[in-house]
């Protein structure tokens, strides 16, 4: 009797031994893709198209017809597309389809903020639009002199459009959207 006790006293020691050895399962923390990028140098971009402007020196210039420009990140996968437009009496017209444009997105947008530019100084007054949420684009703008010059832009990535992941791209693409805008220069 004294050794069928010893034997499950030392069988439940084992046992209890055993299973209590095990790791416990924990949930490992959600982490997060960290995308550090150089801080933007900016170059003079001009041709034979009426206006100038800066551009980030690690973008791939394209030029196309009538003075438009496709703005390449392959690191980032993004394009900035550029349009220019004569003014003919027609500047309303050129108002409500960059208007147009931008607030086709509001089915996918959380929210589109506006942010107006004026500077008088250099003939150069526009419209910047920051759009939230998983739209095609998140970034757009349009400047003008109101008499001759109408230039439109935004931003495309090729990725499906899922703004938490691609935010850090798209917000260091918007800062240089906006010195492009703010740097135009009219001929």
Known sequence: MLKKSIAIITIFIITLTV????????????SYLRLDYAEAKYVN???????????????????????????SYPKMKATI???YKPVNND????LKDAQ????????????????????PDKKAYG??????GNAATN??????????????????FYAKPNFDS???????????MQHLMETIKWK
């Open 19 to 30: 299973v209590s050895c095990k790791d416990d399962v924990v949930p490992k923390p959600a």
């Open 45 to 71: 971009f001009e041709n034979q198209c009426p206006f100038a402007f800066e551009i980030n020196a690690d973008a791939v210039i394209k030029g196309e017809k009538d003075c438009g420009f496709m703005i």
């Open 81 to 83: 597309y550029l349009t």
């Open 91 to 94: 500047i309303n017209k050129l």
């Open 100 to 119: 147009k444009l931008t607030y086709e997105h509001v089915i996918k947008a959380d929210d589109i903020l506006e942010q107006p530019y004026l500077n």
């Open 127 to 132: 419209m910047f639009y920051q759009v939230d």
């Open 139 to 156: 970034s757009q703008f349009y400047i003008t002199d109101s008499i001759k010059h109408f230039v439109t832009g935004s931003v495309y």
């Open 166 to 176: 691609i935010m850090p791209a798209a917000s260091y693409i918007k800062n240089d």
